[in-house]
């Protein structure tokens, strides 16, 4: 680093609370790490705010030196959007406070929480927020660009709770958004990522789900193509208690599983029936009577055991590629593709997920919030993921030709928090009619494009 940049963060770190960490720091390889091990960024300096103070000073830092500015949630992002290469880093992720609110229902959740540290806050009261299905991935991050998990076809996308953001915006400014204050950025911030400012803290409306009815059920390849079909006919009609998302997967080779299914590719339907507990047992005969499944892991369970289960299989640093499409109708011919590259899953970790939003999420306009595709029934996902890096060929090979295949039966689009860096026409695809008024709020907002590392609106 030049001496004179280096001097303009030594006043940066004087201003700050939190700690500035620099690449002469012992801690900074540690810290440039992001959930991906395929990202491999060197920025400037990464600033481990503790407040909105801190925040404000990055913020009004980096506009006034020019500076490319990265803001890190959960550093989830599969694209290393969380992390960038010179410039600073705003790292959110020791703003963890939660504060349940149990009279109101409501949670108020700074910007660096984790899903798991809502969960564990939400769940003391016996209440719930809808998330993802990895308890590590930033509140940040999932909920700026939607948000889809085990609880939506219930309860809606993460957006769809949030009632009100604190943020900082590109001129250093703190404001409040939500339906009466700044609607336009409240608008905005339900989809539009983090394209207007720093979200330093959410007001999420909570739901009265502690205990459901899930876990993954599973069938042998070999009936793949019937158990899709079943599945589909069944999410389309189910009640909106009811969530199950469809995954293929290979059984890791350890317990809880058994020992004849280990390492065998399986397609299977991770539950999550939200209904009372008591009525679960016959809602799921007709399920269990389809196959039968060849294992059986659905039952009680608390909601942020579920939403953790799969933490230990998808630790940070292994090597991850995706791509992601919204899917109207799961035809026959669909279910054909699948069921081919299925049998060709490149590596233990490789998946493809189909997530419903059918349900609540459908009940919101798609020009209600600048989250276009509530038309979709489903999120679909399809993941190359693999410890070593001398096997990123082969899953970013099966990843791309698995999605080629499938885009011309999707409904077009793209899903900003499942993107790897696909240029400008996905982003737009992704927005759809809504792009053009985004466009206008990022220019009233953040006229300088400040807030560019991310699936970027132009201003
Ligand atoms: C293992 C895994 C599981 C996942 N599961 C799901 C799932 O079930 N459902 C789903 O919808 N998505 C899921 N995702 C995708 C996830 O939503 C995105 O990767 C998302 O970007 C992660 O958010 P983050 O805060 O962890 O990421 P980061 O990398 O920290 O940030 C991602 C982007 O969001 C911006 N950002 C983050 N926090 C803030 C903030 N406070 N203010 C302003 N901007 C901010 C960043 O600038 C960056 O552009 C998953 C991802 C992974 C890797």
């Known amino acids: 680093m030049v001496a004179a940049v280096q001097n303009t963060y030594q006043v940066l770190q004087s201003a700050l609370r939190g700690k500035l960490i620099t690449p002469d720091n012992p801690g900074y390889d540690e810290a440039r790490k992001v959930y991906n091990g395929m990202i491999d960024r060197h920025p400037a300096a990464i600033a481990r705010c503790v407040d909105v103070a801190d925040v404000i000073q990055c913020v009004n830092f980096a506009r006034e030196n020019r500076l490319t500015l990265a803001i890190r949630g959960g550093g989830h992002n599969g694209g290393g959007l969380g992390i960038c290469d010179d410039g600073l880093v705003i790292d959110l992720s020791l703003m963890k406070g939660v504060r349940v609110d149990p009279a109101a229902r409501t949670a108020r959740v700074e910007g660096g929480c984790t899903w798991g540290d809502v969960d564990h806050a939400t769940h003391a009261f016996g209440m719930a927020t809808p998330s993802g299905i990895i308890s590590t991935t930033g509140v940040g991050g999932l909920t700026l660009g939607g948000g889809i998990g085990h609880l939506a076809r219930t309860c809606g996308l993460s957006i769809d709770n949030v009632l009100e953001v604190d943020m900082v915006l590109a001129d250093g400014r703190f404001v409040t958004a939500n339906a009466k204050e700044n609607s336009d950025l409240y608008w905005a911030i339900r989809g539009g990522g983090g394209n207007f400012g720093v979200v330093t803290s959410f007001l999420f409306k909570l739901h009265p789900i502690s205990t459901v009815y899930g876990g993954p059920m599973l069938w042998h390849l070999d009936q793949a193509a019937e158990a ?37 590719k399986m397609c299977g339907v991770v539950w999550c029936y939200t209904g009372p507990l008591d009525k679960a047992e016959e809602v799921f005969k007709p399920i269990r009577k389809f196959g039968p499944p060849a294992l059986d892991f659905v039952g009680p369970i608390p909601h942020p055991a579920l939403q953790s289960m799969f933490d230990p299989i998808y630790p940070p640093g292994l090597q991850w590629y995706w791509r992601a499409d919204w899917v109207n109708e799961l035809s026959d011919a ?14 233990m970790h490789s998946t493809m997920h189909l997530y419903p939003i059918n349900g609540a999420p459908q009940r919101v306009g ?42 011309p039966y999707s409904a077009g689009g793209a899903y900003v928090n499942m993107m790897m860096d696909e240029g400008q026409d996905r982003v737009k695809a992704a927005y759809r009619d809504n792009y053009e008024r985004l466009a206008k709020i990022k220019a009233k907002y953040d006229p300088t494009n400040l807030f560019h590392v991310n699936q970027n609106i132009k201003p």
């Open 334 to 347: 669909a279910i054909a593709v699948h069921v081919k590259y299925a049998a060709q899953l490149p590596s």
């Open 228 to 264: 899709m079909r079943f599945y589909r006919d069944y999410i389309l009609k189910a009640p909106e208690e009811m969530n199950g998302w469809f995954a293929f997967l290979t059984v890791p080779p350890g317990p809880p599983f058994p020992e004849n299914l280990h390492m065998k």
């Open 366 to 407: 798609k020009n209600d919030t600048a989250f276009s595709y509530r038309d979709a029934n489903w999120g679909e996902v399809i993941v190359g993921v693999d410890p070593d890096p001398a096997n990123n060929e082969r899953t970013i090979a099966w990843t791309k030709e698995y999605w080629e295949a499938l885009h």
